[in-house]
């Protein structure tokens, strides 16, 4: 009976804050994108380069730039260090595509929700227009 309990633990989902990643995702950073602050400290403030502290205080004092609009190296330092983010503005007009999913199998299994949402996924990822 202890050893069943025991082997529960191997199939345990894990927390979803240990699946995100430590350090922000390199990125290409566009023109276009928008440059907006995060959580700034002090102790941040102080191991920052002065030419870094300016664009932070600039964002600060008069919200989000386009990237196109600032110092390339300060912002991808800042994006670095978790400092800033970055939104990517989408208009109604714009068109997004999604390119097919490698090894997706869509769920055929005919339950409550389950299939409601693997409707959706198959939807979102393989129709077309």
């Given amino acids: 009976m202890n050893q069943h309990r025991s082997s529960r633990k191997l199939f345990r989902r894990k927390p979803p804050k240990e699946l995100l990643p430590t350090k922000p995702v390199d990125i290409s950073i566009e023109p276009w994108f928008e440059v ?17 502290r300016k664009l932070i205080d600039n964002l600060i004092d008069n919200g989000g730039h386009s990237a196109g609009s600032l110092d390339f190296e300060c912002v991808h ?53």
């Fill in 77 to 129: 330092s800042l994006y670095r260090k978790g400092l800033i983010y970055i939104d990517v503005p989408i208009q109604d007009d714009d068109y997004i595509v999604v390119p097919p999913l490698e090894g997706f199998v869509m769920n055929r299994v005919r339950h409550y929700l389950i299939d409601v949402i693997s409707q959706f996924f198959h939807i979102a990822f393989f129709i077309q227009m």
């Fill in 36 to 52: 907006q602050h995060g959580y700034v400290t002090e102790e941040d403030i102080f191991a920052t380069k002065p030419e870094e």
